[in-house]
């Protein structure tokens, strides 16, 4: 068995590219808005009780989402997109 290695990601540089997007990096905050509605689920909520996210970025409009997505691909993040936060899909 082999350990994966954890990437280290600069989420200053990632922040200053999506400049004008609404960004969260306060850690309460991202906290508090990283769960969703998993709890419902028996399969979900042993899985993802300990997960938060990084930061949330809030985009405003279509042209938005493409460009969190493409600097998402370009520092090979994962991505979990969510509407209002009350589904358990992520």
């Not at 405003?60 to 493409?66: K, P, W």
Request: hydrophobic residues 40%; contains cysteine.
């Amino acid at each position: 068995m082999t350990a994966t290695a954890i990437k280290s990601i600069d989420w200053d540089a990632f922040c200053s590219e999506l400049s004008g997007v609404e960004i969260i990096r306060d850690r309460a905050q991202v906290v508090k808005l990283s769960p969703d509605y998993y709890h419902f689920s028996p399969v979900l909520q042993p899985i993802l009780s300990n997960k938060t996210g990084d930061l949330v970025v809030r985009p405003a409009s279509e042209a938005e989402v493409l460009r969190v997505a493409k600097a998402c691909v370009k520092s090979q993040i994962p991505l979990t997109v969510r509407g209002a936060g009350t589904g358990n899909y992520g």
